[in-house]
């Protein structure tokens, strides 16, 4: 069964048509391609499936939950993450704090428990930093978990990108061209 499931996706941004029914099967543990020249659509497509924009019609499940139209939010929390075309990490704030950011939707603590450190909620935070370090292993950036995120190289902000997109634990992952600008080493 495919994991993710998009029939006949169409989006106008008013006279012009970005995508016209797309149609894509993806089956899960397997790594499945867009592609398509510059303008083609291929950034409209991922904006519609993660909720950051609305289809003007078609539908979109996952696991054959249909989602077109939530939150991003809210299709985070259902399973399916991403990165961007132009990278959006949170500049001024750490590496590692980027990747926690990631890890929220599945961290119980609310306002009371944080604010009055609850032994509960400090338990979760190591177990979230030590699990947000592990992603930084795997990304390769361990060494630099404490520095600013703005301050990394393209290619490190990249993989940093990836790290926080793994924090979600998602079940579908969206990378928009995840090598856009990188050099041959950095895609490697
Ligand atoms: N918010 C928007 N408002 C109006 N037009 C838009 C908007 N977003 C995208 N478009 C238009 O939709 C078309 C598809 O753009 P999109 O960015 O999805 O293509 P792409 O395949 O990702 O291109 P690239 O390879 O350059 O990243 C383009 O003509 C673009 O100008
Ligand atoms: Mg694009």
Redesign the pocket.
Known sequence: MAILEVEKLTKT?GG?T?NKEISLRAEANKITAVI?P???????FFNMITGVYKPTSGSIKLRGELIGGLKPHTVAKKGISRTF?NIRLFGPITVLENVLVGMHTHLKAGIFGTIFHLPGVDREERIAEREAYRLLEYVGLEEHYNDEAASLSYGSQRRLEIARALATKPSVLLLD?PAAGMNPKETA
Do not use: D, P, S, V
């Open positions: 941004f012009l970005a398509g510059n303008g083609a659509g291929k950034t409209t075309q061209e």
